[in-house]
């Protein structure tokens, strides 16, 4: 079987100051900042909101950061925004996600941008895809539902929230490419969000879900829902050590939703530097450890040059696996 592995605008209206004073670790010159590309509540608030109240708790921070919202584009309108107005923005950071990497791999922050266009500075947490039915669905691993699909793709209803072309909808791509089956020919509906798709799954509605694997929990723990496979590259512990890997069970497919952060074009390498290390220390507490457990995700170290050689791989990747499925030409 094949293998694919996973990757002069307005000023945000709202603004959100934490509060509470705290010492530092390293300078900083203005008020630090985390930009959010979308609107409160979301995962880029999420991944605003583990910089800021991490930062804040472990003290490598003069002041307290500030989180923004500029929604527009699934975050086309952010990085313009950046690269138009804040390119060399010292305090400034976006928060960024695989989606971003997908949105530049298909050119929808324009065509005149690529992953060369900001600095990337480091990611602190990953969640992964899954595959997932509901309790009482027919198929009992992956095998037995790839082997519908081969014989049959529109018998089987999947939904997820995205249309064609997301983050949700190139999971199912892939999972059908792996074993053989045109993603072109799956019956997909799209819905707007996670929990959308969740409750049309658990309604009937839909016989399919590919979602995140953190988001599950709470349906796990019901006996709501069956999850046939993580697409991660090998098991995760806890809650989630008796789900089977998309690649364990013969389809090698991974999809990785890392959060992390990027930053202006032209900001000097002594200011990058000085988020990198701030990001690496708070990576390494504890409390920050739990902090992220509590949010759902797991662990992912990559800062630096390091990440910012993954999120350009990723973009490549992910170029060559819109040609495969269809999406560009």
């Given at each position: 079987m ?27 010159g ?8 979308a ?59 695989t ?37 009482d669905?027919?198929?009992?691993n992956?095998?037995e ?62 016989q ?11 349906q ?9 496979a ?13 789900i ?65 050689t ?20």
């Amino acid at each position: 079987m094949s293998t694919f592995s996973f990757a002069s605008l307005r000023r945000p209206l709202l603004a959100v100051a934490l509060a509470g004073a705290a010492s530092v670790s390293y300078a900083q010159g203005g008020k630090p900042e985390c930009l959010a590309p979308a609107k409160p509540g979301g995962g880029y608030d999420l991944t605003c909101r583990l910089a800021s109240n991490g930062l804040e708790q472990a003290s490598l921070l003069e002041t307290p950061m500030l989180v923004n919202y500029m929604p527009g584009g699934i975050g086309a309108v952010a990085f313009n925004h950046v690269n138009g107005v804040r390119k060399g923005d010292p305090d400034l950071i976006v928060a960024a996600s695989t989606g971003a990497a997908l949105n530049l791999a298909l050119g929808k922050f324009g065509r005149q941008y690529d992953a060369s266009n900001v600095r990337w500075v480091g990611a602190l947490g990953v969640d992964y895809g899954a595959v997932v039915v509901a309790a009482d669905a027919p198929w009992q691993n992956l095998d037995e539902l790839m082997k519908e699909l081969q014989s049959n793709p529109t018998s089987v209803v999947i939904g997820a929230g995205g249309t064609v072309g997301s983050q949700d909808w190139m999971k199912a791509a892939l999972m059908a490419k792996s074993g053989g089956v045109d993603p072109r020919s799956l019956r997909y509906v799209s819905f707007e969000g996670g929990g959308e798709s969740l409750a049309a799954l658990l309604g009937g509605h839909i016989q399919v879900f590919t979602g995140d694997l953190a988001e599950l929990k709470p349906q796990l723990d019901s006996g709501t829902i069956r999850v046939l496979a993580a697409l991660s590259d090998e098991r995760m512990d806890g809650a989630y050590a008796e789900i089977p890997t998309a690649k364990e069970q013969g389809y090698d497919v991974q999809w990785p939703i890392w959060r992390g952060y990027y930053m202006g074009p032209e900001v000097s390498d002594a200011d990058y530097q000085a988020w990198v290390e701030r990001l690496q220390e708070l990576d390494g507490k504890p409390e920050f450890a739990e902090m992220r457990e509590a949010r759902g995700l797991f662990p992912m170290s990559k800062f630096g040059s390091d990440f910012d050689t993954y999120v350009k791989d990723q973009v490549e990747e992910f170029r060559g696996l819109a040609k495969e499925v269809g999406l560009v030409k």
